[in-house]
């Protein structure tokens, strides 16, 4: 018999977008999302980054062009090399989904196990800026190698989110 997986539902879906604030203008004021924070990992790539929650605190990150995301192309976006709708269908929008937990490195080693490949394990990360976050981090290349983070945020205090 095996044990409960530690999975406590999606988190956030991260975008890499072409001019961020024209995004966080879209998704909060057409959308009605609320915006939560902007935050920075300057030494992980991540120039500005923005989490917006869709509801029930479930969260989209938006990235920035210039910023190199887990999962996503080692470069940034060029706003001027925009694809048409043929070349848009090829190109993937979604940088990776993230999947909630109070576990990160049992989840990581359940979808290896599983076969999952590895893209960075499990480490503990605080962001940079006048709010910083601490959360606990792992990715893994899905089946389809679609990328899947596994999280656990904890708020400013300490506690879990």
Request: aromatic share 8%; no cysteine; proline share 6%.
């Amino acid at each position: 018999m095996t044990s409960p997986v530690s999975n406590r539902g999606l988190d956030h879906v991260a975008v890499h977008v072409y001019d961020l604030d024209a995004s966080v203008d879209f998704y909060t004021r057409a959308l009605g999302f609320r915006f939560v924070r902007e935050w920075s990992v300057p030494v992980g790539g991540v120039h500005r980054a923005v989490f917006l929650d869709a509801g029930d605190d479930r969260l989209i990150e938006l990235f920035d062009a210039a910023s190199t995301p887990p999962g996503g192309s080692p470069q940034g976006l060029d706003p001027a090399q925009r694809h048409d709708d043929g070349e848009r269908s090829r190109v993937a929008a979604v940088v990776h989904f993230a999947v909630r937990t109070d576990d990160v490195v049992d989840l990581f080693d359940r979808a290896v196990v599983a076969g999952a490949r590895p893209l960075a394990a499990p480490k503990k990360i605080t962001t940079a800026g006048d709010d910083p976050m601490t959360f606990q981090v792992a990715f893994v290349y899905g089946p389809n190698d679609e990328v899947i983070e596994f999280i656990d945020r904890e708020t400013t205090n300490g506690d879990r989110q």
